[in-house]
């Protein structure tokens, strides 16, 4: 079975600094991807960044990173320069091209002005 | 190009009623895939259709089912509703079935059952 762990049910930052959420994953298939979501409160789920499994070299996306540890099976996103606009739930998701996605639990994200 | 949509948005049922959820995916995505939401049990995951076929299903029981049309738009049906299935309820649509294929939700439909 696929299975998808977010150990830290909530965290909090301060405005302007960064913040690193974990995950750890565990699949049987050799192909696969890696999502971080965010859901905001009461507004949609989006997308924050994606990671192919088969690429060494971790995603970006302007103030969001990923530290992307093949080996051990973690994925864990990094916050730079945190925003009051960050403050959300962030899933954690893998996705195999079984088509089934999985998800943790989240970690709600409490950004301190 | 417009996103994701659930209706309805909100509804209140009592137990033993059923209830019908509709998710029209963004034009030309062919694949829906449905979550339950609950703040205990995070994401779970329902079904995946994909050409009016289901892929995949989670592991909920038969009370639960789902079909999906000729124009990808998908619904979802719970029968003998029971209070533990009071949830946010999120429909997602990709383009296709690849794991590489990004997500986009919609807004959910939160049931109540009482």
């Known amino acids: 079975a696929q299975t998808v762990t977010q150990s830290q049910p909530e965290m909090s930052v301060q405005e302007a600094e960064t913040v690193t959420l974990s995950c750890t994953y565990d699949?049987?298939?050799?192909?696969?991807?890696l999502f971080w979501y965010k859901q905001p409160p009461s507004r949609q789920m989006i997308l924050v960044i994606r990671?192919?499994?088969?690429?060494?070299q971790n995603a970006t996306e302007n103030r969001f990173s990923v530290n992307f540890q093949k080996a051990a099976k973690s994925f864990s996103l990094k916050i730079s320069d945190s925003q009051l606009g960050d403050a959300a739930m962030y899933f954690c998701?893998?996705?195999?091209?079984?088509?089934?996605?999985?998800f943790g639990d989240g970690t709600t994200l409490t950004v301190k002005p | 190009k417009a996103g994701v949509t659930q209706t309805p948005r909100y509804l209140i049922k009592t137990r033993g009623q059923q209830v019908t959820l509709s998710c029209s995916p963004i034009?030309?995505?062919?694949?829906v895939s449905w979550y339950q939401q609950t703040p205990g049990q995070g994401l779970q995951f329902l079904f995946e259709y994909f050409s009016e076929t289901q892929r995949n299903k989670g592991n909920f029981p038969g009370r639960f089912s789902g079909r999906q049309f000729s124009n990808s738009r998908s619904e979802m049906n719970v029968s003998t509703l029971e209070l533990g299935d009071s949830a946010l309820y999120l429909c997602?649509?990709?383009?296709?079935?690849?794991?590489?294929?990004?997500?986009?939700f919609g807004a959910g439909s939160r049931l109540t059952v009482l």
């Open positions: 699949t049987s298939e050799s192909d696969y991807y």
């Open positions: 990671q192919e499994a088969y690429k060494q």
């Open positions: 034009s030309g995505h062919r694949s």
């Open positions: 997602a649509s990709s383009e296709g079935y690849s794991g590489a294929n990004v997500l986009t």
């Open positions: 998701a893998c996705n195999t091209n079984a088509g089934k996605s999985t």
